[in-house]
């Protein structure tokens, strides 16, 4: 068993099905009955997955406060148990990962926690990274060059910030300076992935044997911080950022809860229908990467900025109906979505829909 969890939950029945669920799908677990005996393994151990019995009261709001400042487990997946009446929204803000409603049941604590472990896989897999405040010139055909804003690096890839966005499926070229380093890094890379906030997954294909050891080296000894600890900014966008309303602020709780650990950005190529709130006539789309917060819709004419939007997505496993608004657009390549859940319920199908892309390589889209 690869996979580790750790159990806190009192009530016996509902541990008895966790602790079978976790053994099915082969997680080994660690229980214990108590907040304070939780806390203490937090500070002794890593686990790839939290599973509280929160009861909304002072000791299960101090462990899941301790959980987010915690070395150890503050990137664990988390999944909260809940009462069937309970308000989920003040554990999403924690971070919850997956809600769990009493009386578990055995179908749905069972998807639930398949789907975590298909998270938690995905995760496993993919290269360490350190953030990194930097700034690097970027160049594609058919464009000037651009500035862009490195946030986190890899040996396998790193991810840039920028104002304009890089056409999908595009090869870059770009150079740039380490924190503590004096050569540049020059090396070529592709796209990987995009998300709504202007983020660029790149995947690095040519590394010249001195750049490769440029970025083990800084990898190995550095920190993650830059000497200065300013960061790097992309160049100012020229367009007015609107005010967030009360109720954008409160939906947005939801949305981007799980932004403090990272949301996992999938690439996918997924057959989808995009309508504007209020309109029954449908979009032809495509899905080009998607996470927990968002997703980058592919059309040729997106629709307009702060847009009101539903999405729906048919596969063989899953079917996807989720409201959004749009943040970016870019005419003739699509636009940037945001999430608008308005129950844990949407929230969990798009982790279940993420699940199933980290399982495989693609999704086939279901006929219709």
Not at 247 to 260: F, H, M, P, T, V
Request: with cysteine.
């Amino acid at each position: 068993m690869d996979l580790h969890a750790l159990l806190v939950c009192p009530d016996q029945d509902s541990t008895s099905l966790l602790a079978l669920m976790q053994s099915e799908l082969g997680m080994a677990a660690e229980h214990t009955t108590s907040i304070s005996c939780g806390l203490e393994l937090l500070d002794s151990r890593h686990f790839d997955a939290i599973v509280l019995d929160y009861r909304a009261d002072r000791s299960s709001e101090e462990f899941l406060a301790r959980l987010r400042q915690s070395s150890k487990n503050r990137s664990s997946m988390l999944i909260a148990i809940v009462d069937g009446t309970f308000n989920a929204r003040p554990v999403f803000g924690f971070g919850a990962n997956f809600v769990l409603y009493r009386p578990l049941s055995s179908e749905r604590t069972r998807t639930s926690l398949r789907a975590a472990r298909g998270l938690m896989r995905r995760e496993r897999r993919r290269s360490a990274r350190k953030p990194v405040r930097s700034t690097a010139n970027v160049a594609y055909p058919g464009a000037p060059e651009l500035n862009a804003a490195l946030t986190d690096l890899s040996e396998g890839g790193t991810a840039l910030l920028t104002v304009s966005r890089i056409p999908p499926a595009c090869k870059v070229y770009f150079e740039f300076a380490l924190p503590g380093q004096k050569q540049l890094v020059r090396l070529s890379g592709e796209v990987a992935w995009q998300d709504a906030s202007g983020r660029t997954g790149i995947r690095f294909l040519d590394v010249p044997q001195s750049s490769r050891r440029l970025i083990q080296t800084w990898l190995q000894h550095s920190d993650g911080l830059p000497a200065s600890g300013v960061p790097a900014q992309p160049p100012a966008s020229s367009c007015p950022q609107p005010e967030k309303t009360a109720e954008a602020k409160d939906a947005s709780l939801i949305s981007n809860a799980g932004n403090r650990r990272g949301e996992l950005r999938l690439a996918c190529k997924l057959g989808a229908e995009v309508y504007r709130l209020g309109d029954g006539v449908p979009n032809r789309c495509t899905l080009s990467d998607i996470s927990e917060g968002g997703c980058y819709v592919e059309m040729p004419s997106p629709l307009s900025a702060q847009s009101g939007v539903e999405i729906l997505v048919r596969t063989a496993d899953v079917k996807l109906r989720i409201r959004g608004q749009v943040l970016a657009t870019h005419p003739g390549f699509g636009m940037g979505v945001r999430f608008m859940f308005r129950d844990s319920v949407e929230r969990e199908e798009v982790m279940r829909l993420l699940a199933v892309l980290a399982a495989g390589p693609s999704l086939d889209e279901q006929r219709r």
